[in-house]
Each structure stands twice: as C-alpha cells, then as structure tokens.
C-alpha cells in the first residue's frame, strides 16, 4: 500500500493530506481516493474524444412506419381471397397470424419481400435510389460506379485479390438486397402481428421515400402474383367447363368460376393488398443518431473503468503476496 502510495504522490494526484490515511486504510479506500485524479482525467478524456469523433460523424434521421395485416371482416375487410371446394357460400378463412389455417400469410410474404432480390431489381429502376444506398461507390461528377478508395478499399481489394476475386463496382439486385437486409430493420410489437419498419440516413426525404416505395413495390408484386393465380384458374376452370358434359359437374364447376372471378375482381381494387400502412412513414426533422446523449456518458463511464482497472492492476503488480499467504495457496492447491 505505501508503495502504491508513493506512485501517487506526485502533483497531479496529491490528495494534500485530506482524508487521512490511516481513515483510509481503515476502509480499504487508499488506492482509489489516492489517484481519483487518474480516474477522472481518463473519463474526461474519453468524453473528449467521443465529443470528437461524433463532431465528424454525419448526423443522420430514421423514418419509421407501422403496417399491418390487411382486415379480412369488419368494415374495412377486402373479404376473403380463397374458397374451400365444393363450398362457395363459405370462404375459406385467411388468417394473418397464427399457425393454424395458413402458415404463410399475405402479410408475412410481404415482409420477406422487402429486403429480396425480387423487390431489389424493382427498386434498382427507381432513380435517385442507388446513389443514396451507395454513396462511397457513387461518382457524382462522371455519375458512374467505382470500387471505393482510402484505405478500407485497398484492403477489401487485397484481400479479395488473395481470394482470386475482385470487388464489385456496379450494384446488382443480390447486393442491394443485402444492403436493403442490413440497413431496414423489421420490428414486432408485442404480441400482435403488426410490424414496425425502420430505416436510417442522413437524408431525411430520402429515408422517408425509401419506405413508402419498399412497402409499395412489396404489396405490388403480392396483387400482381394473386391476379396472375386467379386469372390462372380462371381460365382453367373455363377450360373444364367446355369439356365437362356432366349437369352436376357443369354446376359445381359453374360456382366455383363465380367465386375466382369475385375474387380476381377484389385483386383489383385500388386499395393495400397485403399489408395496411397503419402509420405512415414519418421522420423527425432533427437527427436521432449518433446520440450524444448516450454516447458521451458511457464514454465516461468506460474512461472512469478502465482509470479503476489500472489502478487496482497496479495495486496487484506491485504488492506481491507474502510468503505465508503464498505458502498456504499452493497448499491448497497440491490438495
């Protein structure tokens, strides 16, 4: 302890005197009011340098929306999209949540397909949209992709050229959809099955945009693929008609036309198919990220722990264990 002591007798970690030390050592608290001023100055220097590093940070917004499955009864119900055979006057429940009467609903396809390839290759036609996605791969001067440069893309090309590969400049629809996979997050709420969809950049117009058309171009693909199904059965259904001779069979098959066309007709309206924009996406017009207000504290606070692990490692170092408490731990062990 006195060794420990005098290390922190210099001016910077002087205590002048105040508390004395025999209170404490009384209490067991010598190595840590002795080089408080160590403590303190790692916890301001790590808040600097958090305040620093978040000065060049680019601040950046997050656009949030909430969608839901689309209502099957109540007012605002499209009705069902399926018929159970051989009873038309009782369609077939559509669950949008659940396991029992359909494992994969409209709803659940429509959240794989916002960050798939299929949807990827739609938004890669939109303009505007791949720039803003890949900004260090973007020349806005020659508006032509490159490999990114500094030194984080010499190092990607080194050790893709260690590989015998070479990075990629243009985007395709597997690498937007990855992008689109890392950087929108899905979130559940609670126990319903409404989602939340976010998605962060330092553009807040464009994160908005992003949302309502990832959102659209999904539930557009679900009607197209649903009117594609029905007008499918349709026309075989058509078919079957023109060779079945049979009353009984004329008349089934007559009932299940009515009901496909219902609900190719339904397919049709101009309304959400798959999933309903409960909350629009919206984004605040100050940026939420970075955060200083958690970020400068826990830099404090990791600055405050690693000034109180060198001290009590210090401690440790430099005050080895007497013999007899040595001599006893290694009886301890050979037991």
Avoid at 36 to 57: E, H, I, K
Avoid at 102 to 129: H, K, N, Q, V, W
Avoid at 238 to 251: E, G, N
Avoid at 266 to 273: Q, R
């Amino acid at each position: 302890m006195t060794e420990l002591g005098a290390v922190f007798n210099l001016p910077l970690f002087r205590t002048r005197g105040w508390p004395p030390r025999s209170i404490l050592l009384s209490f067991g608290l010598f190595s840590f009011v002795a080089g408080w001023r160590l403590v303190v100055l790692l916890a301001v220097t790590t808040t600097l340098l958090a305040a620093v590093v978040l000065r060049g940070l680019p601040s950046e917004h997050t656009a949030q929306m909430v969608v839901g499955p689309i209502a099957r009864t109540g007012a605002s119900a499209m009705g069902a999209r399926a018929v159970a055979a051989g009873r038309s006057d009782m369609p077939l429940s559509v669950l949008e949540f659940g396991n029992g009467d359909e494992t994969l609903s409209d709803f659940s396809r429509f959240i794989e397909l916002l960050s798939s390839p299929t949807i990827a290759a739609r938004l890669m036609i939109e303009p505007g949209i791949l720039p803003h996605l890949f900004p260090e791969r973007w020349d806005q001067a020659t508006a032509r992709w490159h490999t990114p440069g500094g030194v984080g893309g010499w190092l990607r090309a080194a050790v893709l050229g260690l590989a015998g590969r070479e990075d990629w400049s243009e985007p395709d629809a597997d690498i937007v959809s990855r992008q689109l996979r890392r950087m929108v997050v899905v979130q559940s709420l609670g126990t319903n099955p409404m989602r939340r969809l976010s998605y962060r950049d330092s553009d807040r117009a464009f994160a908005v945009i992003l949302l309502q058309r990832l959102t659209s171009l999904a539930d557009s693909h679900l009607r197209e693929e649903a009117a594609r199904r029905a007008n499918a059965e349709i026309g075989f259904i058509r078919a079957r008609l023109a060779a079945v001779q049979s009353a009984d069979s004329r008349r089934a098959l007559v009932e299940l036309l009515g009901d496909q066309e219902r609900v190719a007709m339904m397919i049709g309206v101009d309304l959400p198919f798959a999933a309903d924009p409960i909350e629009p996406p919206t984004a605040s017009a100050q940026a939420d990220w970075p955060n200083p207000l958690i970020i400068l504290p826990l830099a404090a606070a990791a600055g405050a722990g690693l000034g109180l692990f060198l001290l009590f490692a210090y401690r440790a170092w430099r005050e080895p264990p007497r013999p007899g408490v040595r001599r006893r731990a290694l009886e301890t062990v050979a037991e």
